[in-house]
């Protein structure tokens, strides 16, 4: 089992920490992982994205080339990274930045409001974790429990923000379970 990953979006969004946070995970629960950042000198606001890598053996090559989820925190990474889409993979959108969605349908499209649903609970730094939250939903890699211990122990250094940032993910994960993410953004 071999799993490819890309999270994107701009810089300050929080990307990088969704994928080093499931990479993290990957290695707590005995897997194999890559994770390797990409992003510009300007950071915040400008792009920036990450490859995971997770997988039962060896890794070969920390490059990815085609990719089985998507997470997509902005429009031009969509367009940048869709061509890359494994068929019949999985793109989870932040729906409440990116309006336009993929209608090609070589891939599953996951659209959730990430922004809105963490300004609703007033965690507006963590639309990152609510991505993550519908990832875990839309995905059998690693169980609910699973991300939220990875979660904790991410963020074991912080443990005042563990309860605003299980609440986020478990509402990105309510979102995409209950079925709301499956129709139009």
């Not at 994205?49 to 997509?72: Q, T």
């Not at 993979?89 to 809105?116: C, F, N, R």
Request: proline share 4%; charged share 20%.
């Amino acid at each position: 089992m071999l799993k490819q990953f890309v999270f994107a979006g701009f810089g300050g969004q929080g990307v990088l920490t969704a994928g080093m946070i499931l990479a993290n995970m990957g290695s707590l629960y005995g897997k194999e992982v890559i994770w390797m950042p990409s992003y510009g000198s300007e950071m915040r606001g400008g792009t920036a994205n990450c490859s995971v890598k997770i997988s039962d053996e060896a890794i070969a090559s920390p490059f990815v080339k085609k990719i089985d989820y998507l997470i997509a925190m902005n429009k031009p990474s969509l367009d940048k990274f869709l061509p890359q889409m494994k068929e019949g993979g999985t793109v989870v959108v932040d729906s409440s930045i990116v309006t336009e969605l993929p209608e090609d349908g070589h891939v599953k499209v996951v659209p959730v409001p990430a922004d809105a649903i963490c300004e609703e609970l007033k965690n507006t730094r963590s639309a990152n974790v609510c991505i993550l939250g519908a990832l875990a939903g839309c995905s059998d890699l690693f169980s609910k429990e699973q991300y939220e211990n990875g979660i904790r122990d991410y963020f074991s250094s912080k443990p005042q923000f563990h309860e605003g940032n299980i609440r986020v993910f478990e509402a990105g994960y309510a979102y995409v379970k209950e079925g709301a993410a499956f129709g139009t953004a």
